[in-house]
């Protein structure tokens, strides 16, 4: 399947910057399962640009641009070609043991009700693999969707604890499940196709380390595996280790944000 995407993102500030520092996680990578056909990162003003590599093996882009700095417009745009894996990652970038995604952040930890309902959808199932495609489901069908932009901050217990969540909050919840039932478990950023899907955040969902297996990905807002729709960008202990932009700022005042994606599916 071919996908165009385009994600464009506006920062607009109450007082002239003089200096605004960005790091980018917006470009995805080659593996045996999606294919980079084209793709673009644009601003609208000067900036010293630098390419690299972070520690968990995400491609980054550093953007250094001089004030006085009022507003800035980024682009991303591009498409991929992806391919059916059964959710099973193969020709990945893996620089840290899978051991490390144990690890609990902030946003991440399990409290009391995640660990009692990961306990609860798994206790009876041998199987890892298919615990986790239990808990996948399970997670999907407990809490309505929001389409609304993440709220930043909001741990995976306080959301588990809501009547609704976005993509982002119900992979945080699966990432807390699995870890609290001893099973690695990290936060991936990407794209996905979904009919009549317009949002103001790139997707989220979640790998897990399966023996035998390796990593294999689950997207609680589908209840599914990640397949031909889903683009992966980055990953990280949590949805801030795997942001698409994270930066300073030198200036006064106030920072708005505006955020747009849309993918959509080329014949």
């Given at each position: ?44 003003c000067d900036a010293r640009i630098t390419e690299g590599q972070d ?63 990961a306990r609860e959808q798994v206790a009876d199932e041998r199987d ?27 741990s995976a217990e306080d959301a588990f604890a809501r009547s609704s ?103």
């Amino acid at each position: 399947m071919r996908l165009s995407i385009d994600h464009r993102t506006t920062y607009r500030f109450t007082e002239p910057q003089a200096r605004v520092v960005q790091l980018l996680r917006m470009t995805p990578r080659n593996t045996h399962d999606q294919i980079v056909a084209d793709w673009h990162i644009a601003l609208d003003c000067d900036a010293r640009i630098t390419e690299g590599q972070d520690g968990f093996g995400n491609a980054t882009t550093m953007l250094y641009i001089d004030g006085p700095v009022e507003r800035i417009d980024l682009s991303v745009t591009g498409e991929v070609v992806t391919s059916h894996s059964d959710g099973v990652l193969h020709g990945t970038l893996e620089p840290m043991p899978a051991k490390l995604f144990l690890r609990d952040t902030p946003l991440t930890q399990a409290g009391a009700a995640i660990t009692a309902f990961a306990r609860e959808q798994v206790a009876d199932e041998r199987d890892t693999i298919a615990a986790l495609h239990r808990l996948n489901r399970a997670i999907g069908e407990r809490q309505t969707l929001s389409r609304g932009r993440p709220e930043p901050g909001l741990s995976a217990e306080d959301a588990f604890a809501r009547s609704s969540a976005t993509p982002r909050d119900l992979a945080h919840v699966f990432i807390a499940a699995a870890r609290a039932r001893g099973i690695p478990a990290r936060y991936v950023s990407g794209y996905c196709d979904i009919a009549d899907d317009r949002r103001s955040a790139p997707h989220g969902w979640a790998d897990a380390w399966v023996e035998g297996l390796g990593w294999v990905g689950f997207d609680p807002t589908l209840r599914l595996s990640p397949e031909e729709h889903h683009v992966r960008v980055a990953v990280g202990l949590d949805a801030v280790g795997a942001a698409p932009v994270a930066g300073t700022r030198m200036g006064e005042g106030d920072e708005c944000l505006d955020v747009a994606v849309t993918v959509n599916r080329e014949e």
